[in-house]
């Protein structure tokens, strides 16, 4: 364990508690929102991309949605009737993405992903972790999620 970083750690966590996935998931979530208001270089990358995003976890019944408005991110657990764009997948799936094991786009062209909405929100909302996990990277020299 000594040597690994930071964010494999925590993914080892989401994957490895099933019982606790939601909580580490929110703090993640939290956790990502507050670097990206708070950091200005990543504050100017969400301009333009204002709309509502939502993601469905079916296995575990779980659904968040992140708002982009006028520069800032916002996010909360639950369903938003206003989001025009939605994406639904299972735990492992979202685990599995989010270790680099497989890519997103790779998974929705196999149709492990569901995607309701046009493919320039798509675009917009694979470009926000995109950029904040770029911005982890430079900022904490970590070699994870490189191919993002």
Not at 38 to 51: A, R, V
Request: charge should be positive; include cysteine.
């Amino acid at each position: 364990m000594a040597g690994q970083n930071p964010i494999n750690l925590i993914l080892e966590e989401l994957d490895k508690n099933g019982k606790k996935f939601e909580y580490i998931l929110d703090k993640i979530l939290k956790a990502g929102v507050s670097i990206m208001n708070n950091t200005e270089e990543l504050k100017e990358e969400l301009i333009g991309f204002d709309d509502i995003y939502q993601t469905c976890i079916i296995d575990v019944n779980l659904s968040y949605w992140l708002e982009v408005s006028h520069g800032k991110l916002h996010y909360e657990k639950g369903v938003n009737p206003q989001a025009l764009f939605k994406m639904v997948f299972s735990r492992d799936l979202f685990i599995k993405i989010l270790k680099d094991e497989i890519g997103g786009a790779d998974a929705f062209m196999k149709g492990k992903i569901k995607v309701e909405g046009s493919l320039s929100q798509g675009l917009r909302y694979i470009k926000l972790f995109r950029t904040f996990f770029k911005y982890l990277i430079k900022k904490n020299g970590l070699n994870y999620l490189t191919s993002i």
